[in-house]
Nanobody, 124 residues
């Protein structure tokens, strides 16, 4: 079992930055690829970014490419999502998810473990 806890969400003005974190407990974290997803009210959950087990491969949704950066520190069992140049349309609940997976198709992968989410609100 892997438990995931997100933190770092909050309220920020458009154009600002925020870093959200996902801390994992349980089994060896380096076995798991991790994805960040988000869901806004009335919308479906969407993929935001993904990172491979050791951080060598990443992928981003087109809507965040060039603004968001995903990274991980396996020694700290933590994955980060640095969000810059935030826009009101980035407002959502952000979730991290983990999967025991050695590939790089983070968008289509079914994730075994999910966190509870952290709310990010961007004001205009």
């Amino acid at each position: 079992q892997v438990q995931l806890v997100e933190s770092g969400g909050g309220l920020v003005q458009a154009g600002g930055s925020l870093r959200v974190s996902c801390v994992a407990s349980g089994r060896t974290f380096s076995r798991y690829a991790v994805g960040w997803f988000r869901q806004a009210p009335g919308k479906e959950r969407e993929f935001v970014a993904g990172i491979s087990r050791r951080g060598g491969n990443t992928d981003y949704a087109d809507s965040v490419k060039g603004r968001f950066t995903i990274s991980r520190d396996n020694a700290k069992n933590t994955v980060y999502l640095q969000m810059n140049s935030l826009k009101p349309e980035d407002t959502a609940n952000y979730y991290c998810a983990a999967t025991d997976y050695s590939g790089s198709n983070f968008r289509e992968r079914e994730y075994e473990y999910w966190g509870q989410g952290t709310q990010v609100t961007v004001s205009s």
